[in-house]
């Protein structure tokens, strides 16, 4: 039932977006993906994702480490370019700050100062993984088109999907110090800002722009290398769920290795549909 209502939410969030526009199309392109990533999700919560820290704190990790490399990029174009120009049209987005919170909070040993600062850092390279790595060297070589594709990818899912959904078990799990990437996609303000990260991917590429007698071939070539990067980034995120390597502290008295074979077996079910 929770799969399908969240399926139902995400065909709402993608009729809101301009027929014809980039936004249906970047959602087009990755829900073979998206549905590989929900069943991805759904097993690592029954594994017992949320019932420990270390579970937790290493998937947080690889976004972590892969939203950096993003955001490091556009803040370096210096508002030039489409891709940097749609993210300065969100307003108060950018989940790296967040991200470095909740990570300081879930690894963090409490101590002070500089201590605390090189401590939770050192463990993040630890569990950055060889798929996270890979992620970030195919950011920093991204051209405009597959920076914006990235940004839908890695700021979508907190803009406009489950993100502001699964706070509260975060907080109740791990407490509301684990919770800070999700402050900006939360409040009475959440409409207002998924509108606004609607309307930033459909004014990229301004359907009202293409020629009267149909897309010139400078707007298709752009939409369309756009929709392949998003759905390669996709699978991405997807390899990024399967490459985490711990396993709750209970698993141990289960079998060894056991905690996320299920999403692995769901995963490739689904790519071979």
């Not at 879930?106 to 401590?119: H, K, M, S, V």
């Not at 996320?260 to 790519?271: E, K, N, R, S, T």
Request: glycine residues 10%.
């Amino acid at each position: 039932m929770e799969g399908n209502e969240e399926e139902r939410n995400t065909n709402r969030a993608r009729d809101q977006g301009r027929p014809n526009g980039l936004f249906q199309g970047c959602m087009d392109a990755i829900k073979t993906g998206h549905r590989v990533g929900q069943t991805l999700r759904t097993a690592m919560l029954t594994a017992g994702l949320l019932t420990d820290r270390r579970c937790y704190a290493e998937l947080l990790a690889q976004f972590y480490v892969c939203t950096v490399a993003l955001e490091d990029r556009l803040a370096g174009l210096k508002g030039t370019g489409s891709a940097a120009k749609l993210a300065a049209s969100i307003p108060g987005v950018g989940f790296k700050a967040g991200y470095e919170a909740d990570l300081r909070h879930l690894l963090g040993d409490r101590a002070i100062g500089t201590e605390l600062e090189e401590n939770w850092r050192t463990k993040v390279a630890s569990l950055t993984t060889g798929t996270a790595a890979r992620y970030i060297s195919r950011i920093e070589i991204a051209d405009d088109e597959e920076l914006i594709a990235a940004v839908f990818i890695l700021w979508g899912p907190l803009m406009i999907g489950g993100g502001a959904a699964i706070r509260p078990r975060v907080q109740k799990a791990f407490g509301e110090g684990a919770t800070n990437v999700f402050d900006s996609v939360i409040g009475p303000g959440r409409s207002e800002l998924r509108r606004a990260f609607i309307n930033a991917f459909d004014s990229v590429l301004d359907v009202g722009n293409a020629s009267a007698t149909g897309f010139d071939s400078v707007y298709t070539a752009r939409y369309t290398r756009i929709l392949a990067a998003t759905a390669e980034f996709m699978t991405l995120n997807n390899e990024l769920m399967l490459s985490v390597k711990q396993s709750p502290w209970w698993s141990r008295y289960i079998s060894a290795g056991c905690a996320f074979a299920v999403a692995v077996i769901g995963y490739v079910g689904l790519q071979h549909n």
